[in-house]
T-cell receptor, first 116, second 113 residues
């Protein structure tokens, strides 16, 4: 059981370039999330999805886009990279909201992105 | 808006000490609270999850408590070891159906041999 898999682990981008951060989960979780983590700032939610075809903005969505065509995949796209997007990005997933099971979050290992 | 606070930001203790990490949150309408561990340059590992109806959860040397009415949680680490050195993050999930986790900034723990 792989859990949440993120690729790539590291990436250096030049200002203005574009890239897609990949995220896949094999736990059949409905909910998926993208967070960014900056030193001393904690984790901030970028976008989230409650199921295939449904996405919504989090706290810091500017400069990013997402799609959710399948339950398993939730890619994050940066269209015009800026130095302010230098950060560590984490993808996470959780089960459908309900009453009796463990509805904790499972996180991927992160993508460290540097924009120069 | 939910706010989660973890104080102090850093803590250094000698090996063998029992210690308590604190977490406070402003909105008591939560669904659950989760403690994570993060090693330098790594992802987040879930340690304990407490549902809003529970008072505590235990796993090995770790015990997490929840007092929802006062907006507080503690993570108790017994007989600390150098391998416990890491950043510990507290996160709460709101009570709504599509609610998300709100994180504290974490406590960086150093256990000295």
């Amino acid at each position: 059981n792989a859990g949440v898999t993120q690729t790539p682990k590291f990436r250096i981008l030049k200002i203005g370039q574009s890239m897609t951060l990949q995220c896949t989960q094999d736990m059949n979780h409905n909910y998926m999330y993208w967070y960014r983590q900056d030193p001393g700032m904690g984790l901030k939610l970028i976008y989230y999805s409650v199921g295939a075809g449904i996405t919504d903005k989090g706290e810091v969505p500017n400069g990013y886009n997402v799609s959710r065509s399948t339950t398993e995949d939730f890619p994050l796209r940066l269209e015009l990279a800026a130095p302010s997007q230098t950060s560590v990005y984490f993808c996470a997933s959780s089960r459908l909201f309900g009453r009796s099971a463990n509805y904790g979050y499972t996180f991927g290992s992160g993508t460290r992105l540097t924009v120069v | 808006k939910q706010e989660v606070t973890q104080i102090p930001a850093a803590l250094s203790v000698p090996e063998g000490e029992n210690l308590v990490l604190n977490c406070s949150f402003t909105d008591s309408a939560i669904y659950n609270l989760q403690w994570f561990r993060q090693d330098p340059g790594k992802g987040l590992t879930s340690l304990l999850l407490i549902q809003s109806s529970q008072r505590e959860q235990t796993s090995g040397r770790l015990n997490a408590s929840l007092d929802k009415s006062s907006g507080r949680s503690t993570l108790y680490i017994a007989a600390s070891q150098p391998g416990d050195s890491a950043t510990y993050l507290c996160a709460v999930r709101g009570a709504g159906a599509n609610s998300k986790l709100t994180f504290g900034k974490g406590i960086t723990l150093s256990v000295r041999p």
